[in-house]
């Protein structure tokens, strides 16, 4: 495994959707060239999944049109 040092000025996001109830939300954070970095919202000091910025498009296109089994 690579490890990664993200820049201190990576700003994090998450789904408007989430809400603040405290449920299982991922962040994102945009503007790194060709990578979408990914966390967990409840640990934001922990591991960050780096996915290719077309495997994440089409990841999160898949959820908004419902294709992804629950």
Avoid: I, Y
Wanted: aromatic share 6%.
């Amino acid at each position: 495994m690579t490890e990664v040092h993200l820049p201190a000025a990576t700003v994090w996001r998450k789904s408007t959707f989430s809400g603040d109830n405290g449920g299982d939300c991922l962040e994102v954070a945009d503007g790194l060239p060709s990578v979408t970095p990914v966390r967990d919202s409840k640990v934001p000091g922990g591991a960050v999944l780096m996915v290719e910025q077309t495997t994440w498009s089409a990841f999160v296109e898949a959820v908004k049109c419902g294709d992804l089994a629950s």
